[in-house]
């Protein structure tokens, strides 16, 4: 009975080393993990640079928009090896050396242009962001264009206003494999960079479109279609687009339109909600290439081979496509002889007067 107390205060002295030794042990193995796993792991900070550079556009060059976080991010695109979605719908090979109006610069800056554009002036004068009290007429022409004076008051503004969404147009053309001259010089022969509030005929954006514009939008981008679907009805539409109602069409283009392309409104600054212009240049670039492959359906339909026409001529067609609308484009294709072949000088031969593209096309193309 007396040996027992000092049998148990021996065991306890035991265990409590056993245990010291064995929390040692742990302790000393954590601290060699941990130092391997921040020798294996690259910094918190490296993460978040590679998973931006793999879920955003980064521009080559520094720009007051946007900053690149690491150099070399982004292979720029030049001239001369364009990346271009129309020319795979097409079947053309696009040539090594192209005109400027179908290059894509490597940086925003490149984009940058000087034009004189008296309805934009106008414009900037009408809706008081330039001040022309003391010219002629308060700067104004009968049209609402800026005269000679209004111009000369006007005229910086004009220059930052047409450059102001360079960087959108840069990153929507490279997102969507199109010209980014292309997309400049479409917003500026369309509304000047100042998009419409007409209603004769009711147009809308800073690319120009009408509600039956927009509908190839819907055929060739089924993502866009059935998101509309579900915002407009709850629940997404088993029906094609051209199979639907005309009312539910034209519900699903209102909709749309409404949402993401009219820019005036009564609460923005100046009446122009300049972010959303700037969101819908990527949906414009969409619409172009729908017309691309729309142009692309047209001529095979009609028995011409696009293999058979020129880079730059397909190009022209799909901005006639844009402009006039399927019906000009069908209707003149129709009325012209297979055996002779495509060319953009017997195609404009065909259209009738209303459908009339040149001085809109030439605009678009001239150098």
Not at 63 to 75: A, D, G, K, V, Y
Not at 211 to 232: K, N
């Amino acid at each position: 009975m007396s040996e027992r107390p000092s049998f148990s205060r021996s065991s306890i002295l035991i265990g409590f080393c056993i245990f010291s030794l064995l929390v040692l042990f742990f302790i000393g193995s954590m601290i060699v993990i941990n130092q391997r796993g921040e020798q294996d792991s690259p910094p918190a900070y490296t993460q978040d640079i590679e998973l931006a550079s793999h879920t955003s556009p980064v521009p080559t060059t520094t720009s007051t928009i946007f900053q690149p976080l690491t150099e070399n991010t982004q292979t720029p695109i030049t001239s001369a090896a364009p990346m271009s979605v129309c020319a795979q719908a097409w079947g053309i090979q696009p040539p090594a050396a192209l005109p400027e109006w179908l290059s894509t610069p490597q940086n925003a800056e490149s984009l940058y242009t000087e034009v004189k554009y008296v309805i934009l002036a106008g414009k900037l004068i009408s809706f008081g962001i330039v001040n022309a009290s003391d010219c002629p007429d308060g700067g104004l022409t009968g049209d609402g264009a800026a005269n000679t004076c209004g111009m000369e008051k006007a005229y910086s503004q004009v220059v930052s206003w047409q450059n102001q969404f360079d960087q959108e147009i840069l990153t929507a053309a490279q997102d969507n494999q199109i010209p980014a001259q292309i997309i400049k010089r479409l917003f500026a022969q369309e509304t000047q960079f100042w998009p419409p509030n007409s209603f004769a005929p009711s147009t809308y954006g800073i690319g120009n479109v009408t509600s039956p514009g927009i509908e190839p939008l819907f055929m060739w981008y089924d993502d866009i279609y059935q998101d509309t679907c579900r915002a407009v009805f709850s629940q997404a539409c088993v029906q094609p687009y051209h199979a639907l109602s005309l009312q539910d069409q034209q519900v699903l283009r209102g909709f749309f339109i409404s949402q993401y392309l009219h820019a005036y409104c009564a609460t923005c600054p100046n009446g122009i909600d300049l972010e959303k212009i700037e969101r819908s240049i990527d949906y414009f670039a969409k619409l172009i290439v729908a017309n691309c492959h729309q142009v692309d359906l047209i001529l095979n339909n009609h028995g011409f081979s696009t293999e058979t026409i020129s880079y730059e001529d397909a190009w022209r067609l799909t901005l006639a496509n844009y402009t006039v609308g399927a019906g000009c484009v069908i209707n003149a294709v129709e009325d012209m002889d297979l055996a002779r072949g495509f060319s953009w000088e017997y195609f404009t031969e065909q259209l009738t007067s209303d459908c009339s593209v040149d001085i809109y096309i030439n605009r678009i193309t001239s150098e």
